[in-house]
């Protein structure tokens, strides 16, 4: 399976914001949307990602308060990134070696979306479940002993 599956499944809605935005108005758009993380882009390039994970962490070191920083502040600029025709055997301990919860899809400098683990996780699971009903619809069908036919001598 490849990320590319997962881009269709889930469709083609981009969360983005701008690395001036400030953090306050980045969260109201990631609570809004009730979305984890927001890619940022500029002069239509990726530049970086936002994700809940630097919002905590600037939060801990500000006592609660986000303050006027902007995105650009606290942004993860050098994201991990994938492609579509990437292998979903490879994302998997890429984003677990990097504690990685959300990853860009690039297509050369194209943003092509953003994957999360939860996607990752949901595809393996749904895959899983597939093998298993096939399985057992082969199990199901499987010709009882008496109905087996006996090889033919070998000559």
């Known amino acids: 399976m490849k990320v590319s599956d997962i881009l269709r499944v889930k469709g083609g809605t981009l969360y983005t914001t701008h690395p001036q935005e400030t953090l306050h108005r980045a969260v109201e758009t990631m609570s809004q949307f009730d979305i984890g993380s927001l890619a940022v882009m500029e002069h239509g390039e990726l530049v970086g990602m936002l994700t809940f994970r ?18 650009r502040t606290v942004m993860d600029d050098h994201p ?56 057992k619809a082969y199990i199901r069908d499987w010709p009882a002993e008496d109905e087996v036919q006996p090889a033919a001598p070998a000559r």
């Open 54 to 71: 630097e919002i905590i962490h600037t939060l801990a070191r500000n006592g609660g308060a986000l303050g006027d920083k902007t995105v």
């Open 80 to 135: 991990m990134t994938c492609t579509p025709q990437t292998e979903l055997e490879q994302v998997r301990p890429m984003m677990l070696e990097r504690h990685t919860r959300y990853m860009p899809v690039m297509d050369n400098k194209m943003l092509m979306g953003v994957i999360s683990f939860y996607d990752v996780a949901k595809a393996v699971v749904d895959s899983q479940n597939f093998e298993n009903q096939m399985l």
